[in-house]
């Protein structure tokens, strides 16, 4: 197996661990923490990619950003810039106290933000099992 395969690969492999994460949150109530996994699962399931395009060090934890680097390689990429944008929202906000005027974030969450999030990051990994898995 190519190089740069095998380490989109594997990026791609705990992208879908993250996702499953995420599916296990929701269904027991956790819907920060399947919004942040599922942010997870759509920001490591596109550095696999970029890193089975040959890219070499990704810093970003920006799902649009590295949604904007793959649409300049694949520009279908670019019709799932709205998931991203919507999935950034969780990378900080799903976490921290200080992202809200009072209370803890996990207050701020519901189930349908939650399958929101797991839709999004769902559609975004099946576009990359495309160009990762044949």
């Known amino acids: 197996m190519d190089n740069n395969l095998r380490e989109g690969m594997r990026w791609f492999e705990q992208a879908e661990a993250d996702l499953k994460t995420a599916t296990d949150c929701c269904s027991t109530g956790n819907y920060y923490a399947s919004a942040f996994f599922s942010q997870q699962a759509a920001e490591k399931a596109l550095k696999g990619l970029l890193y089975f395009k040959g890219f070499r060090a990704i810093l970003t934890h920006s799902v649009l950003d590295l949604i904007d680097e793959a649409a300049r390689l694949l520009p279908l990429f670019k019709e799932l ?8 929202r969780h990378y900080i906000g799903s976490r921290y106290p200080n992202s809200y005027p009072s209370g803890a974030p996990h207050r701020y969450y519901t189930v349908e933000m939650a399958q929101t999030c797991i839709n999004y990051a769902t559609s975004i990994l099946e576009e990359v099992r495309k160009y990762l898995k044949g």
């Open 81 to 88: 810039g709205d998931y991203a944008r919507e999935l950034d």
